[in-house]
T-cell receptor, first 117, second 112 residues
Framework: NAGVTQTPKFQVLKTGQSMTLQCAQD?????MSWYRQDPGMGLRLIHY???????DQGEVPNGYNVSRSTTEDFPLRLLSAAPSQTSVYFC????????????????FGEGSRLTVL | SQQGEEDPQALSIQEGENATMNCSYK?????LQWYRQNSGRGLVHLIL?????REKHSGRLRVTLDTSKKSSSLLITASRAADTASYFC????????????FGSGTRLLVRP
């Protein structure tokens, strides 16, 4: 199993450009999420999904779009990149065992480092 | 806003010593998890403790949870240079089944 795979690993954009960060998992996880990590800020949740066709906002969703057409893939789209979106982005997935149950452990990708000039 | 806050922000110890990191949170939780991140890598799950548990062990790791104080601690015993990493706590709040909220982390340096 590859686990959670993120591409690209590094990307440099100019302000106003758009791009998509790809995330794929091969563990048949229902739950997938995107976080951004900034120095001194820890990880902040951008968007998450509890299954194909179901997405919702996290703590910092502005400027980002997501979709979930398959169980395996959860791409993150930056519509018009801004310097404030310079960050390291992590995709994470887990088994989802029901709304009333506890969230299990998250499996993380290796991250995508994005610089917006 | 951050749900979990780790303390200290940075910790430097000698190999063989114990390392203790603390996490405080603000609202009621279902569970609390600890993760480790090596430099330039993704996070790796270490241990999960549920709100009805007070202590949990896994190898050299010991986690405690005090829901009355809204705090948790992670103890790494007999530390090794390979334990050098950042450690994060993450909480699943009772009012949000779908979100795992992370703190800002503790950077641990274990000197050989």
């Amino acid at each position: 199993n590859a686990g959670v795979t993120q591409t690209p690993k590094f990307q440099v954009l100019k302000t106003g450009q758009s791009m998509t960060l790809q995330c794929a998992q091969d563990m048949n996880h229902e739950y997938m999420s995107w976080y951004r990590q900034d120095p001194g800020m820890g990880l902040r949740l951008i968007h998450y999904s509890v299954g194909a066709g179901i997405t919702d906002q996290g703590e910092v969703p502005n400027g980002y779009n997501v979709s979930r057409s398959t169980t395996e893939d959860f791409p993150l789209r930056l519509l018009s990149a801004a310097p404030s979106q310079t960050s390291v982005y992590f995709c994470a997935s887990s088994y989802w065992i029901g709304q009333a149950a506890n969230t299990g452990e998250l499996f993380f990708g290796e991250g995508s480092r994005l610089t917006v000039l | 806003s951050q749900q979990g806050e780790e303390d200290p922000q940075a910790l430097s110890i000698q190999e063989g010593e114990n390392a203790t990191m603390n996490c405080s949170y603000k609202t009621s939780i279902n569970n609390l998890q600890w993760y480790r991140q090596n430099s330039g890598r993704g996070l790796v799950h270490l241990i999960l403790i549920r709100s009805n548990e007070r202590e949990k062990h896994s190898g050299r790791l010991r986690v405690t949870l005090d829901t009355s104080k809204k705090s948790s601690s992670l103890l790494i015993t007999a530390s090794r240079a390979a334990d050098t990493a950042s450690y994060f706590c993450a909480t699943k709040r009772t009012d949000s089944s779908y979100k795992l909220i992370f703190g800002s982390g503790t950077r641990l340096l274990v000197r050989p």
